[in-house]
């Protein structure tokens, strides 16, 4: 019932049942800009080739995950370099880094995948199912596939939201 893709950036695309025929929508999704934003998201958006545009994109993406922790770790007073990007994210929660960015790559993980869970929620919600049938998210892009905490968390948090049995397929 719905397609998310987390790579570099994030969009997804739905089913839209309600329509004359069914058909696949494209949701533009990393331009939502409903989801509460912290110091660090305003912070990026600022800083970001498109300031107040794709919001979600900014909480959520390869793009923009390791400069979010970058971000936070320098308030919290520890220095990571300047290029520390999203593929540095899955090692840092492998244990190759100190505890404190360890935590931060966590929490901003955690929330990035929380995030996108009720974005897939919402689109599930919306499905027009047979009685009985289970939702199928399908999804795709390099945060699904190379961060496993992101991944475990949208399965976690995704039946929840949504209300009902939901399965994430990779």
């Avoid at 912290?38 to 919001?55: H, I, K, T, V, Y």
């Avoid at 929380?114 to 199912?129: H, S």
Wanted: include cysteine.
């Amino acid at each position: 019932v719905a397609g998310p893709v987390c790579g570099t950036g994030h969009n997804s695309g739905y089913e839209e049942a309600a329509l004359p025929r069914p058909m696949i929508v494209n949701a533009e999704s990393g331009n939502f800009d409903g989801a509460p934003a912290n110091c660090f998201d305003e912070a990026l958006d600022r800083q970001s080739q498109f300031p107040g545009r794709q919001r979600l994109e900014k909480m959520t993406s390869g793009q923009y995950l390791g400069e979010l922790v970058r971000l936070a770790a320098g308030e919290a007073g520890v220095a990571l370099p300047d290029d520390w990007r999203a593929a540095s994210l899955a090692p840092a929660l492998g244990g190759k880094t100190d505890h404190d960015t360890a935590t931060l790559v966590r929490a901003v993980t955690e929330r990035a995948g929380q995030l996108v869970a009720a974005e897939l929620a919402a689109l599930v919600r919306r499905a027009v199912l047979a009685p009985g049938a289970t939702p199928v998210v399908a999804a795709d892009g390099a945060v699904f596939a190379r961060l496993p905490l992101f991944r475990q968390t949208v399965q976690a948090w995704l039946p929840v939201l949504a209300e009902q049995r939901a399965r994430l397929q990779l």
